[in-house]
């Protein structure tokens, strides 16, 4: 009898280890522990037996039955990809983990949504547009003529001659005056791209806004007052602005626009190089050539846009002197903005 048990035993595990899925495990279940099943066979013939022999037999037979159901249990587990849960899966007794800690806004998103906030004020709305945009709205819509320096692949990441990563914001310009008559005052804020090297001050990636102002008699002077009003509320302060003379291909006249350095109200510090003064962006009234793009009429509209970096603006307001530390995300610095609006 333990012969046949032994044989049995076996058997019934290499069998149930070669099933290959559950019909196939299922078929083993049934050849051995089924109604006609060998080891239900085998507890039938327990009653011919007498005496030591019924009883060691049959304590063999039970002990058996428990430990193939055991296997068949398991490796129907391991088919459902499911893991047994034993007693010690979980230690109750344990402390609970500290609350997470908090994280804390990126200064460039705080300062992105704070410098959105002030032109919300202004009636402005917001609007996006793609980070890989084509040729056409990042240059020849936006009036850079073919054998524009921009245009030069030291500068521009392309991923083919008509598909690159944005390097301005402006192309959302063209994108909005397709889409909408005015009069328009939106921003636009987002990621853009240079293929340059890191140090201080460069970084390949990094934010801009952009704003456009679309109507019948749009003037430079609504530009100035925009742009003060911006200052006044962003930096909290009565800092001056001036316009400087500039060229830009999309606007004409084009400028450059400084504040009265923050850091030492003009006098003349590090921070504005001992000039009194920082520029914060570049802006003019919107170039004809760019309306024709769009589609509107001749001369029915006129428009000012400006685009500034917001990096700088952040650096300015927090006096951080290495722009590479908005892209490296160590938490040593970014932890110093918690609780920062
Ligand atoms: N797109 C320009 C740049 O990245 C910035 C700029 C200048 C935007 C003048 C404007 C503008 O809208 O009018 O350098």
Redesign the pocket.
Request: glycine share 8%; hydrophobic share 40%.
């Given at each position: 009898m333990q012969e046949m048990i032994d044989r049995l035993r076996s058997e019934a595990l290499a069998a149930i280890h070669a099933a290959d899925g559950e019909p196939a495990l299922e078929a083993v279940r049934v050849a051995v522990l089924g109604r006609k099943g060998s080891l239900t066979g085998l507890l039938r013939g327990l009653k011919d037996l007498e005496g030591d022999a019924k009883r060691d037999a049959g304590a063999a037979l039970n002990a058996l039955k428990d430990e193939l159901t055991a296997a068949l249990d398991a490796r129907l587990l391991a088919f459902s990809g499911a893991r047994p849960v034993t007693a010690h899966a979980y230690d109750l007794t344990l402390p609970g983990r500290a609350p997470a800690p908090l994280g804390s806004r990126h200064p460039l998103l705080t300062v992105l949504e704070g410098i959105c906030d002030i032109f919300y004020g202004m009636g402005f709305s917001r609007d996006d547009g793609p980070e890989v945009e084509l040729d056409y709205y990042n240059f020849t819509a936006?009036n850079f003529p073919d054998d524009h320096p921009a245009r030069d692949i030291q500068d521009t990441f392309y991923f083919n001659e008509k598909v690159l990563l944005r390097?301005?914001?402006?192309p959302v310009?063209v994108r909005m005056m397709e889409q909408r008559e005015p009069p328009l005052a939106c921003i636009f804020p987002g990621r853009?791209y240079r293929n340059e090297n890191a140090d201080a001050s460069h970084s390949s990636e990094f934010f801009?806004i952009?704003?456009?102002v679309v109507d019948r008699a749009v003037s430079m002077a609504d530009l100035k007052d925009t742009v003060d009003t911006f200052v006044r509320n962003f930096f909290g302060a009565e800092a001056p602005t001036r316009f400087r003379p500039?060229y830009?291909p999309?606007?004409e006249p084009?400028?450059?626009v400084d504040m009265q350095c923050v850091a030492c109200g003009g006098s003349g510090c590090g921070v504005c190089k001992q000039t009194g003064w920082l520029e914060i962006?570049?802006?003019?009234m919107?170039h004809p050539n760019v309306f024709r793009a769009a589609g509107y009429p001749d001369d029915r509209y006129t428009g000012?846009?400006?685009?500034?970096?917001i990096d700088r603006i952040a650096m300015l307001k927090y006096g951080i002197s290495d722009i590479r530390l908005l892209y490296e995300n160590d938490l040593r610095f970014l932890n110093q903005f918690r609780g920062v609006q």
């Amino acid at each position: 009898m333990q012969e046949m048990i032994d044989r049995l035993r076996s058997e019934a595990l290499a069998a149930i280890h070669a099933a290959d899925g559950e019909p196939a495990l299922e078929a083993v279940r049934v050849a051995v522990l089924g109604r006609k099943g060998s080891l239900t066979g085998l507890l039938r013939g327990l009653k011919d037996l007498e005496g030591d022999a019924k009883r060691d037999a049959g304590a063999a037979l039970n002990a058996l039955k428990d430990e193939l159901t055991a296997a068949l249990d398991a490796r129907l587990l391991a088919f459902s990809g499911a893991r047994p849960v034993t007693a010690h899966a979980y230690d109750l007794t344990l402390p609970g983990r500290a609350p997470a800690p908090l994280g804390s806004r990126h200064p460039l998103l705080t300062v992105l949504e704070g410098i959105c906030d002030i032109f919300y004020g202004m009636g402005f709305s917001r609007d996006d547009g793609p980070e890989v945009e084509l040729d056409y709205y990042n240059f020849t819509a936006l009036n850079f003529p073919d054998d524009h320096p921009a245009r030069d692949i030291q500068d521009t990441f392309y991923f083919n001659e008509k598909v690159l990563l944005r390097t301005q914001t402006s192309p959302v310009q063209v994108r909005m005056m397709e889409q909408r008559e005015p009069p328009l005052a939106c921003i636009f804020p987002g990621r853009v791209y240079r293929n340059e090297n890191a140090d201080a001050s460069h970084s390949s990636e990094f934010f801009q806004i952009e704003g456009l102002v679309v109507d019948r008699a749009v003037s430079m002077a609504d530009l100035k007052d925009t742009v003060d009003t911006f200052v006044r509320n962003f930096f909290g302060a009565e800092a001056p602005t001036r316009f400087r003379p500039h060229y830009f291909p999309f606007t004409e006249p084009s400028v450059e626009v400084d504040m009265q350095c923050v850091a030492c109200g003009g006098s003349g510090c590090g921070v504005c190089k001992q000039t009194g003064w920082l520029e914060i962006m570049g802006a003019g009234m919107v170039h004809p050539n760019v309306f024709r793009a769009a589609g509107y009429p001749d001369d029915r509209y006129t428009g000012f846009a400006f685009g500034m970096g917001i990096d700088r603006i952040a650096m300015l307001k927090y006096g951080i002197s290495d722009i590479r530390l908005l892209y490296e995300n160590d938490l040593r610095f970014l932890n110093q903005f918690r609780g920062v609006q």
